[in-house]
């Protein structure tokens, strides 16, 4: 008996099509994770276990050398302290303001979101260079605010004891905006048949928020914590540009990064700046794993 091939329907040539569309996009973020993400990692990783002379193995070496740096334990306390204001100015502000646009009209909402999204559009050199303006009392547009504070020069409004405060306002500032529009994306997603029942069942507006929308965004609140957590350990451009611009006011390794960034590039210690690097990574991924384990971040709702 002859046996008659058919040719494939639409249908499932239209599903090939797009199937092989979405193998190539993620075949390119692949390739681009692998080049920029997985390999640097790997050779920040070599270079921390290995010396700078013939690159033998220098088991926990370069670490201990980074770690007992007189410079290394402040700027470890500088990063806890901003990481503390920025994290919960991030988490508190954020989600008030998504839950604030959410609960508008239409109209209202949209405007909102342009506003809250706008300062994103800076980069992060612009938005620094930007708030070096706003914080000089000689130049500033709220320099009334400044001086209500009884700060009337650039060196007293970037004291020590300010800059952890000050690069978190300057953090959000350009970061927040995206996250709102994610946390109202979340929101949307709720049905609104149930936000319904409770109204009908008597909750106020205030208690819709509290008791339906927040635990049914908590993975979006866990998911940007993390993310938050790990860009926060990155600290490099504010700190960075304003001690640039205080001319020796402000260390130029006040954050690790910047202590990495000196090993590298001035003591030409690429192994000591890796271990740094190394330690951050690792501090990122013990929080990435507490907030998983406590959040079930990735477990089937």
């Known amino acids: 008996m002859a046996l008659t091939l058919r040719a494939p ?3 499932v040539t239209r599903r ?8 190539s996009f993620v075949g390119a973020y692949v390739l681009l994770l692998l080049a920029f993400g ?3 990692t790997a050779y920040a990783l070599w270079l921390a276990f290995t010396t700078s002379a013939g690159g033998g193995f220098a088991g926990f070496g370069n670490f201990l050398q980074t770690a007992r740096d007189f410079r290394f334990i402040p700027a470890a306390e500088h990063l806890a302290f901003y990481l503390g204001f920025w994290l919960v100015s991030l988490v508190v502000l954020v989600v008030g303001l998504a839950l604030v646009v959410h609960s508008r009209g239409p109209r209202a909402s949209k405007a909102l979101r342009l506003a809250y999204y706008v ?3 800076l980069a992060g050199a612009a938005s620094v260079i930007v708030w070096l303006f706003v914080l000089d009392p000689a130049v500033s547009p709220v320099a009334f605010i400044l001086h209500a504070f009884g700060w009337s020069t650039f060196d007293e409004v970037i004291s020590p004891g300010h800059l952890p405060v000050l690069f978190a306002i300057m953090a959000f500032w350009t970061g927040a905006g995206g996250w709102i529009l994610v946390m109202y994306g979340a929101l949307n997603n709720i049905p609104e048949e149930l936000m319904e029942s409770a109204r009908l069942d008597g909750a106020s507006p205030w208690q819709v928020a509290l008791r339906i929308k ?3 965004i908590r993975k979006w609140v866990a998911y940007m914590t993390i993310l938050a957590f790990a860009t926060g350990t990155q600290l490099f451009v504010e700190p960075q540009l304003v001690s640039q611009a205080s001319v020796g006011i402000i260390s130029p390794s006040w954050s690790p990064n910047q202590l990495a960034y000196v090993y590298a590039f001035q003591l030409d210690n690429f192994n000591g700046a890796s271990a740094i690097a190394v330690d951050l990574l690792i501090l990122g991924l013990i929080c990435a794993v507490l907030i998983i384990s406590r959040t079930g971040l990735f477990e089937a709702s």
């Open 9 to 11: 329907s639409r249908a």
């Open 16 to 23: 090939r099509h797009r199937s092989a569309a979405g193998y």
């Open 38 to 40: 997985a390999a640097p």
């Open 119 to 121: 300062p994103g559009a």
């Open 214 to 216: 927040l635990p049914l």
